[in-house]
């Protein structure tokens, strides 16, 4: 079975510019998150997507950032414009669904991640 | 504000000697704990977690953590530790009344001499 898989690996762009990252999770995964890792710093969750529903996007940093996962399987993730700030690694992760947890209950829930991307902002 | 730590930046162990890194997380909700390692140039692979039940958890690679909930602290160790282990080692937290994301600590990493 693959894993999550992230594209691209790295990206070197100029500030002001447009990045978008993709991130495909474990078939059959309905939740996805993202998070990111600035040099030096604790990786960070950004947000989670139910499907194609955002869950929660309290770690979204600005509006500079736009999250979208249209018909609920990969996702992609916009940075525009990119600030030098912006650089650093950006995990996606998926799990699948508990809909106990959803309602209340009290089931963890694994989320398996990808190899990140690498997006430096010159 | 719920917080996980790391308190070892940077260890360095001798081939064949034991490990052990330290997770300690701020004390509250029930937590759901997890060690993840990243070796270079790979993602983020799980080591192990604990949701409940026995207090001690094996994982993959000869590794195990034992959760203290007196001591807030989810400690992961090796008995004999191999080239192969230097990596960065990351200790996670899901507090169950935050939602499902994960707390991250800001990772160990280990550095194994010959």
């Known amino acids: 079975e693959a894993g999550v898989t992230q594209f691209p690996s790295h990206s070197v762009i100029e500030k002001g510019q447009t990045v978008t990252l993709r991130c495909d999770p474990i078939?059959?995964?309905?939740?996805l998150y993202w998070y990111r890792r600035v040099m030096g710093k604790e990786i960070k969750f950004l947000l989670h997507?139910?499907?194609?529903?955002?869950?929660?996007e309290s770690g979204m940093p600005n509006n500079r950032f736009l999250a979208e996962r249209t018909g609920g399987t990969y996702s992609t993730l916009k940075v525009q414009p990119a600030e030098l700030e912006d650089s650093g690694v950006y995990f996606c992760a998926s799990s699948q669904v508990d809909y106990d947890r959803l309602a209340g209950g009290k089931l963890g829930d694994t989320q398996y991640f990808g190899p990140g991307t690498r997006l430096t902002v010159l | 504000a719920q917080s996980v730590t790391q308190p070892d930046i940077h260890i360095t162990v001798s081939e064949g000697a034991s490990l052990e890194l330290r997770c300690n997380y701020s004390?509250?909700?029930?937590?759901?704990l997890f060690w993840y390692v990243q070796s270079p140039g790979q993602g983020l692979q799980l080591l192990l977690k604990y949701f409940s039940g026995d207090t001690l958890v094996q994982g993959i690679k000869g590794f195990e953590a034992e959760f203290k909930r007196s001591q807030s602290s989810f400690n992961l160790r090796k008995p004999s530790v191999h080239w192969s282990d230097a990596a960065e080692y990351f200790c996670?937290?899901?507090?169950?009344?935050?939602?499902?994301?994960?707390?991250f600590g800001k990772g160990t990493s280990l550095l194994v001499t010959p």
């Open positions: 078939s059959g995964h309905d939740n």
């Open positions: 004390y509250g909700a029930t937590p759901y």
């Open positions: 996670a937290v899901e507090f169950s009344n935050s939602g499902y994301a994960l707390n």
């Open positions: 997507f139910v499907k194609e529903s955002k869950q929660d």
